[in-house]
């Protein structure tokens, strides 16, 4: 059989937005991940790695974030094709910037169109989460939800599952900063507190409604009134050096709000323009610099597609 193939592109996200913990993310336009996916006469997905610390991810299908998810795919579709994956990380891993999602979002809908798509866009979402959950340990899909749908997402229930495209205003501008360390997903998520105080719930719960209000409004004193999280950012800031005064920076040069992206190290940042939305980058550069950590900057507008095929 002749073999096809093509190449999918699939970017990075920012989980939890400050006050959503697992039920809200957003996708950014850059960084991302490219697979070439090409189908092979033999059963089975073998995997090979390049790009940004392509040497931390296990390349084993089943241990590996889009290889887990074409064969979770495969095997809801009782279909034995065999593929040939080469995955090129433009979202380092362990960076918060939903790496593991990117690599499953594309995997997906990559495999789906190979396969003739069998799949709607929506029934894709459970095996990129079967993916997502491989680097995580549990279920969540505050990146992989994004990563395939672009823009931002509220996941209003898990099960059954719900998932809301939020309206994004114009003007909104995300910054991401990578400082140059990892945290793992798996470990962050061990600290998180099993249990939080009623009060913390229910200002949690007004700040989610808060945040969801602001966008359909495009409200953005509200947004930034509701960007505060009581749940992960107590226990997570403690994991990133300088993380209070990073957060200052980003708030001094104009920011709307900033807190942690996903599970870190990467902090986020919303602004009301592209410029300040750089400049917010900048500063927050700035900010680590001063606590001797390198970072990287990105900043761009909320990006709006869900992974494209580009051949
Ligand atoms: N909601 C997840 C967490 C996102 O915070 O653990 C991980 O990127």
Known sequence: MAVKSLKVCATG??????????????????PADTLTIKTKDSPGVDITLSG???????????YNTAGKAILSLLNSLGIDQGFNVHIEKGVPPSSGLG???ASAAAAVVGVNELLGNPLKLEELLVHGMAGEAVASGEFHADNIAPALFGGIILIRSYDPLD????????NLFSTVVLPDFVINTRDARKIMPNRVPLKSAVEQAGNLAGFTHGLHNADFNLLGRSMVDLFAEPVRAELIPGYHLV?????DAGAIG????GSGPALFALSDSEEKAKKVGIAMVGAFKKNELNSTAYSSSIHKKSPEIMD
């Open 258 to 261: 900033c807190g942690i992206s």
């Open 13 to 30: 996200s920012v989980a939890n937005v400050s006050c959503g913990f697992d039920c809200i993310g957003y996708a950014i336009a850059k």
């Open 247 to 251: 957060q200052k920076a980003s708030m």
């Open 52 to 62: 940004s610390k392509a040497d931390t991810i296990p390349a084993a299908a089943k």
């Open 99 to 101: 790496s593991s999602a």
């Open 163 to 170: 998932i809301l495209q939020l309206p994004v205003p114009e």
